[in-house]
């Protein structure tokens, strides 16, 4: 197992297309994370995953986002309707179950780079 | 609400010299704390974090950090800086909402020059 997984890397887009990105995290690893890095900015809490079910979506995620996780592995991010503004690094991160000291280390992935023109 | 505060956003050291990146944190609650590193075109990756225990918390590649519960801060540090150690450092938070997410500061951009 190499880490967790991105695809594609850079995506260049024109304003109003959709686009999503794919993430494949550590294998056994339940817990999925979406966050979403601008430049001089830290990571910032999209959506939550434990399994398949989605347990948390933070307001940043507008209606045109909208992320799923069939089967409880990999994990889609759909932005529908580019804009501008959506022009960010989308990183991807999992987690195995919460140990006993319930915190446990967050695995990001490189990232997605997305360019709304 | 839980937060972090990076200062500072860049900090300059010579090669060979200590290092320290400040965070400061806001939490209700004990704090579970973490410092990540980024380098150009690679995914966070993770230095230490503090649960419980030792204040002084000893992670990857030669960095330490230490918890100050009545400054709340949780500086990050090395004693001996290197080149390579050049990258963009952030301090974050395990939410309260008991997902294991994390808040995460703005980050510090670290510059070790020869």
């Known amino acids: 197992d190499t880490g967790v997984s991105q695809d594609p890397r850079h995506k260049i887009t024109k304003r109003g297309q959709n686009v999503t990105f794919r993430c494949d995290p550590i294998?056994?690893?339940?817990?999925l994370y979406w966050y979403r890095q601008t430049l001089g900015q830290g990571p910032e809490f999209l959506t939550y995953?434990?399994?398949?079910?989605?347990?948390?979506k933070s307001r940043l995620l507008s209606d045109r986002f909208s992320a799923e996780r069939p089967k409880g592995s990999f994990s889609t991010l759909e932005i529908q309707r580019t804009e501008q503004g959506d022009s960010a690094m989308y990183l991807c991160?999992?987690?195995?179950?919460?140990?006993?000291?319930?915190?446990?280390?967050?695995?990001f992935g490189a990232g997605s780079r997305l360019t709304v023109l | 609400a839980q937060s972090v505060a990076q200062p500072e956003d860049q900090v300059n050291v010579a090669e060979g010299n200590p290092l320290t990146v400040k965070c400061t944190y806001s939490?209700?609650?004990?704090?579970?704390l973490f410092w990540y590193v980024q380098y150009p075109n690679r995914g966070l990756q993770f230095l230490l974090k503090?649960?419980?225990?030792?204040?002084l918390v000893k992670g990857s590649y030669g960095f330490e950090a230490e918890f100050n519960k009545s400054q709340t801060s949780f500086h990050l540090k090395k004693p001996s800086a290197l080149v390579s150690d050049s990258a963009l450092y952030f301090c974050?938070?395990?939410?309260?909402?008991?997902?294991?997410?994390?808040?995460f500061g703005a980050g510090t951009r670290l510059a070790v020059h020869p």
């Open positions: 991160a999992s987690s195995p179950p919460t140990g006993p000291l319930g915190a446990n280390v967050l695995t």
């Open positions: 294998s056994e690893h339940n817990r």
């Open positions: 995953f434990q399994n398949e079910a989605q347990l948390e």
């Open positions: 939490v209700s609650g004990n704090p579970y």
């Open positions: 503090y649960i419980t225990g030792d204040n």
């Open positions: 974050a938070v395990r939410d309260r909402s008991g997902y294991n997410k994390l808040i």
